[in-house]
């Protein structure tokens, strides 16, 4: 590789120290750098006009924060093809697989194009109002649908390819990825899955009935939540959140409607861990 992009989030790396380093060295080594800064407009770039500058000769974005970053950054890339290494500056990260003390390490194998690329599955989701598509947008985790405001239980309705599947009463629901297995999903109780599976994990919220379990469900699979009426018929309010970021407000009647995409997110793979001896590490129990 030698046309490098880099997306670092201030907020991790505040004096760029890391920034710097990695910027210094590629370059050192006769590589091409461009940088942005999340969070700011360090280096005299405006954040969110130069993300949308990626030269096309780009062959690697290295993206330095968290978990969140790399997803924001994923959600932003859509398309390109350009794959991502994500290294991990913050706490507990799954898909940033390179720390802090490996970045030197990792950069060497990217210049000695020694890596593996993953392609990792991308939810696609819309939201129907009234029989028109308001939003839509991308998801490499999770679809969350959740209440907002009242501290109330709502119900849903549940259909997979235009057929009922379940009426839920819960704090809400997710869709996850096989990597988004991990998060929002893993913390509710759902599965954890093996990332390179092709499958969605639907998982309530804090359900208030019996129907408890995650379902999983096929990638070829449709699936609508419907937010459905009350008690005695009183309009409900909701929220649908994609990766955590991008939102929007929903009321009594509005569909999500989640399937597979056709685009995928591509991640550079260097270590050679395998994804269970990384979740034996990070679930620190060794």
């Known amino acids: 590789m030698d046309n490098f992009y880099i997306v670092t989030n201030v907020t991790k790396d505040k004096s760029l120290e890391t920034t710097d380093y990695i910027e210094k060295y590629l370059t050192e080594h006769g590589r091409h750098v461009t940088v942005m800064v999340r969070g700011g407009i360090e280096k005299g770039v405006q954040e969110e006009k130069h993300l949308l500058q990626i030269p096309p000769e780009t062959d690697c974005i290295l993206v330095l924060g968290g978990d969140g970053t790399l997803l924001?950054?994923?959600?932003?890339?859509?398309?390109?093809?350009?794959?991502?290494?994500?290294?991990?500056?913050?706490?507990?990260?799954?898909?940033?697989?390179?720390?802090?003390?490996?970045?030197?390490?990792?950069?060497?194998?990217?210049?000695?194009?020694?890596?593996?690329?993953?392609?990792?599955?991308?939810?696609?989701?819309?939201?129907?109002r009234d029989g028109k598509e308001i939003l839509k947008a991308h998801a490499l985790n999770d679809i969350v649908v959740n209440r907002c405001g009242h501290l109330m239980v709502l119900n849903y309705e549940v259909l997979v390819n235009g057929q009922l599947l379940c009426h839920y009463k819960a704090d809400g629901m997710i869709l996850a990825s096989p990597t988004g297995s991990t998060g929002y999903n893993m913390s509710a109780g759902g599965p954890i899955v093996e990332p390179g599976a092709r499958l969605m994990v639907m998982t309530p919220i804090c359900p208030h009935t019996l129907n408890t379990r995650s379902i999983i469900l096929s990638p070829e699979d449709q699936v609508e939540i419907v937010i459905a009426e009350g008690r005695d018929g009183q309009a409900q309010q909701a929220e649908v959140n994609f990766d955590g970021g991008q939102a929007q407000v929903l009321t009594t009647g509005d569909r999500i409607r989640v399937h597979q995409s056709e685009q995928v997110v591509r991640l550079l793979h260097i270590n050679k861990v395998s994804f269970l001896q990384m979740l034996h590490k990070k679930m620190g129990e060794g």
């Open 72 to 128: 924001r950054t994923a959600r932003d890339t859509v398309g390109l093809g350009i794959p991502l290494l994500g290294i991990n500056l913050g706490t507990l990260g799954f898909l940033a697989e390179v720390e802090k003390s490996g970045i030197t390490d990792a950069l060497d194998h990217l210049m000695q194009d020694s890596y593996e690329i993953m392609d990792r599955m991308l939810l696609s989701g819309s939201v129907i």
